[in-house]
């Protein structure tokens, strides 16, 4: 079994982690928007790599001094495994958000925490409390309900957007084992170097020359999402896996209005009951979470005597 991650107190808590991924699954939502808007107009590999390239320019300082504290080869390794897994799964996901709606890629990609779930349990040992298992299912049914009319017919987005899933969910456990040990600044930055790397081939092969617009737009999505990785990392750090989890399927929703209120997107009922039960899902958690939490602190009668 790999060694699970340390949680240190001084780097938060179960209500930090929950905080810290809800502003994650906000800053991806500015993602998911701008990729639609600039759409299939660049091939998806050459759309990710100057996403990246771009970001890696803006971790330059912080890679920089990771470079100049050294690293173990085991870690390296660690590193480049992470992103050239995460590099298929970003291609993938570029074509899907050119093909399919936004709500559609997100509750796909909603499959991704059962594998990190699962992944959780089974490399860190994480327990797979019934509170958490109860809040991530429900959670997950709750995406369901709100595209299932949108499963009748499966494409290739679909299909792209259903093979991301697990890749992601491989990059998200790698990096929770980094974040143990790593800054956020050095986990964000390294995995900007070898996405980058892993991309290069295949944006060479269908490579179109961008304007200036495209490669504007393409900035303002590395920033968004370069600091929302950063964001995803200090989560990781400050609560185990099974509690931010459920946190992340607020996106959904948050996805959805962006979808009707900027692409003109329909809404029906099955977003609003599935939204509900959500919201209830991250509700439930966060409170069993701050229980928990306040439980544990609370010293036995005759401690303090």
């Given at each position: 079994?790999?060694?699970?991650?340390?949680?240190?107190?001084?780097?938060?808590?179960?209500?930090?982690?929950?905080?810290?991924?809800?502003?994650?699954?906000?800053?991806?939502?500015?993602?998911?928007?701008?990729?639609?808007?600039?759409?299939?107009?660049?091939?998806?590999?050459?759309?990710a790599f100057i996403r990246y390239a771009i970001g890696l320019v803006m971790m330059t300082p912080f890679l920089i001094k990771a470079f100049g504290m050294g690293m173990s080869p085991v870690k390296l390794g660690l590193?480049?495994?992470?992103?050239?897994?995460?590099?298929?799964?970003?291609?993938?996901?570029?074509?899907?958000?050119?093909?399919?709606?936004?709500?559609?890629?997100?509750?796909?990609?909603?499959?991704?925490?059962?594998?990190?779930?699962?992944?959780?349990?089974?490399?860190?040992?994480?327990?797979?409390?019934?509170?958490?298992?109860?809040?991530?299912?429900?959670?997950?049914?709750?995406?369901?309900?709100?595209?299932?009319?949108?499963?009748?017919?499966?494409?290739?987005g679909q299909i792209a957007q259903l093979l991301s899933a697990p890749l992601f969910a491989i990059s998200y456990l790698v990096a929770k084992r980094l974040s143990n040990d790593e800054d956020p600044s050095v986990v964000v930055g390294m995995l900007s170097v070898f996405v980058?790397?892993?991309?290069?081939?295949?944006?060479?092969?269908?490579?179109?020359?961008?304007?200036?617009?495209?490669?504007?737009?393409?900035?303002?999505?590395?920033?968004?999402?370069?600091?929302?990785?950063?964001?995803?990392?200090?989560?990781?750090?400050?609560?185990?896996?099974m509690v931010t989890q459920p946190v992340t399927f607020l996106q959904l929703v948050w996805a959805t209005i962006l979808g009707s209120a900027v692409f003109g997107e329909p809404v029906d009922v099955f977003v609003l009951v599935g939204g509900g039960i959500i919201i209830a899902a991250v509700s439930f958690i966060s409170y069993r979470e701050w229980v928990v939490s306040r439980n544990a602190r609370t010293p036995p009668v005759g401690v303090l005597d």
């Open positions: 079994m790999i060694q699970p991650p340390r949680y240190n107190p001084s780097a938060g808590s179960a209500w930090t982690g929950i905080g810290w991924m809800a502003l994650t699954g906000l800053l991806f939502v500015c993602v998911t928007g701008i990729v639609r808007y600039v759409g299939s107009g660049i091939p998806a590999a050459e759309a590193f480049a495994g992470r992103g050239m897994v995460h590099a298929l799964g970003v291609i993938l996901w570029f074509y899907a958000m050119a093909n399919i709606p936004i709500a559609e890629v997100t509750a796909i990609g909603y499959t991704s925490p059962i594998y990190i779930a699962l992944g959780a349990a089974f490399f860190f040992g994480e327990k797979l409390a019934a509170r958490r298992i109860l809040a991530v299912v429900a959670a997950f049914v709750g995406a369901m309900i709100i595209v299932r009319p949108g499963f009748h017919e499966v494409g290739n980058t790397l892993g991309l290069a081939p295949f944006a060479y092969a269908v490579w179109e020359t961008p304007d200036i617009s495209e490669v504007g737009w393409l900035a303002l999505v590395a920033a968004f999402a370069t600091t929302g990785h950063f964001t995803m990392t200090k989560a990781l750090k400050a609560a185990p896996l």
